[in-house]
Nanobody, 127 residues
């Protein structure tokens, strides 16, 4: 069982920055592929970014490339999402997820490949 707890959400003006954090349990965190997802009101959940296990390859959805940056600290079992130049359309509940078996990337960013999910943190970007 892996528990994921997100933090760092809040209200920010357009153009601002936020840093989301996700604390994970589990003794083999470094082997997990970790992802950030978001769900805006009335929309389906979408993948935002993910970072693989060593060597920590990163992936981003097109709408956040160059603005969001994912990183991980394996010593602390943490994954982060640094968000810059936030836009109102970034408003959503952001979820952290863990893939223990490598299926998310193997099956082409299929969300079913994620094994554990956090409860989410709300990010609201005002215009």
């Amino acid at each position: 069982q892996v528990q994921l707890v997100e933090s760092g959400g809040g209200l920010v003006q357009a153009g601002g920055s936020l840093r989301l954090s996700c604390a994970a349990s589990g003794r083999t965190f470094s082997s997990y592929t970790m992802g950030w997802f978001r769900q805006a009101p009335g929309k389906e959940r979408e993948g935002v970014s993910c970072i693989s296990s060593t060597p920590g390859s990163t992936y981003y959805t097109n709408s956040v490339k160059g603005r969001f940056f994912i990183s991980r600290d394996n010593a602390k079992n943490m994954v982060f999402l640094q968000m810059h130049s936030l836009k109102p359309e970034d408003t959503a509940v952001y979820y952290c997820a863990a893939d223990l078996l490598g299926e998310y990337l193997y099956y082409g960013f299929n969300q079913n490949g994620m094994d554990y999910w956090g409860k989410g943190t709300l990010v609201t970007v005002s215009s």
